[in-house]
C-alpha cells in the first residue's frame, strides 16, 4: 500500500488543505497552491511502497504498521483509517490504497472552516452550558479538536408513486336547541413522479451513530471531485458498510418520504385515513463521499464517552455533553438557601 506525503512544489515542504482559502498551503515557504495547479504542475511526492505488518493489542484490536515517508518511523493505524499523522515528525499521510480502487470516493467535500474558527465555536458552544465540566473545555482538551472526514453513502431516487385514501369533512352547527352533525365522505386518489435526493447513510460502523446523522445535512451542490489531497492535514476514515448492508434501511426511509410526499398534497378535510399507497422505484443510484466533521471526546468521571461534533462545512453542531454534578448541587443548594432565606424574612415581616 502506498504511503502517500503531498509536498511544495517550490521547498519540498508539507502541503495542508487550508479550509479558509480552499488552497493546499506550504507550511514552510508559505506557498499556496490550488488542485488545479497542482495537477498541471504534477508535483512531486515521496511513497513508501510495503506490505503492512499487522499488529494485534492486548484488547484485540487489530492495528497494521507504515513507514512515514518523510522520516521513517513508524505509522499505527486500525483497518479503517484513510488518513493520519506521523506521530514523530507531525508530517500528514494519506493511505491511498484506502481512497483507491473500490474504495474511491465518488465525491468529498472539502472543509470549509479551519481548526482556528472550529476551536472559537466549541468554545462559544459550551461555555453557554452551565453545567458542563471545566475539564471539557481546558486547553488541553480544546487541542484534541480533530478535523475528520468520515465515510458516507448518498443516495438518489425516483419512485413512482399512488396513493388512495378516504378524506373526512365534518361540519357542526346549531338550529335553535338543536345541534346538527354532518359527515361527508370522500375517495381521494393521488399519483405521480417522486425524487428523492441526498439520502445520507453513515458507512463506517465505528462511528457513533447520533454523531454521523446530527451533523446532517451538507450541501451537496458543493461537492467536488475527489482528490487524496484533500485529506493532507486531516483525519480520514474509509467505509467498512456497503451498498448491500444499507438498501433495505434506505428503501424503507425512501417510502416513508415518498408516502410523506403524496399524503402532504391533500388538503381540506378534517380527517383523513390512507388506504393503500404504492411505491415502484424507477431509478436508484449509490455514491460514496467523504464529508468533515470536526469533533471532540471526552471521557467522564462516569467512565461514559461523550461526543461533540461540528459539521466542517456549515458549523451545525451536535453533540451530548457530560454534566457536572457538583455545579448542579452547588447551584441547588444555593437555591435552596435563598428560598429558605426568604422565607424567613417573609415570616419576620407577616
Known sequence: MAVVSYKCPNCDGELVFNPRTQKYKCEYCTSAFSQEELSQMQPGRQEGRQESASLKGAG??????????????????????????????????????????EFMPDKIIPFAIDKRQATEKFLEYVQHKKFVPRAFFCKSQIE???????????????????????????????????????????????????????????????????????????????????????????????????????????????????????????????ALS?????????????EYLLLPVWTVTYKGRDGKFYYYSMNGQNGKVYGELPIDLKKVWILSGIVSVTVFLLGLIGGFFI
Open 274 to 286: 390512507v388506504k393503500g399507497c404504492r411505491l415502484n422505484r424507477q431509478r436508484e443510484n449509490w
Open 144 to 270: 484534541k479538536i480533530s478535523g475528520v472526514y468520515f465515510p458516507y453513502w448518498m443516495v438518489d431516487m425516483d419512485l413512482e408513486g399512488s396513493m388512495e385514501a378516504e378524506g373526512k369533512h365534518i361540519r357542526v352547527w346549531r338550529s335553535g336547541d338543536t345541534e346538527y352533525t354532518e359527515t361527508k365522505l370522500y375517495q381521494v386518489e393521488r399519483a405521480g413522479d417522486i425524487h428523492l435526493e441526498d439520502l445520507a447513510k453513515n458507512a463506517l460502523k465505528k462511528a457513533n451513530s447520533k454523531l454521523s446523522a446530527g451533523v446532517l445535512p451538507y450541501d451537496m451542490a458543493k461537492a467536488q471531485e475527489f482528490h487524496m489531497g484533500y485529506l493532507s492535514g486531516f483525519l480520514a476514515e474509509k467505509r467498512d458498510m456497503e451498498q448491500g448492508e444499507l438498501e433495505t434501511e434506505v428503501r424503507a426511509e425512501a417510502k416513508e418520504y415518498g408516502e410523506k410526499l403524496l399524503k402532504g398534497t391533500i388538503h381540506g378535510y378534517t
Open 60 to 101: 484485540g484490536e487489530k492495528g497494521n504498521v507504515y513507514s512515514c515517508p518523510s522520516c521513517g518511523a513508524q505509522i499505527v493505524t486500525d483497518d479503517t483509517t484513510a488518513a493520519s499523522f506521523c506521530y514523530y515528525c507531525h508530517n500528514p499521510v494519506v493511505l491511498s490504497g484506502r481512497v483507491s480502487g
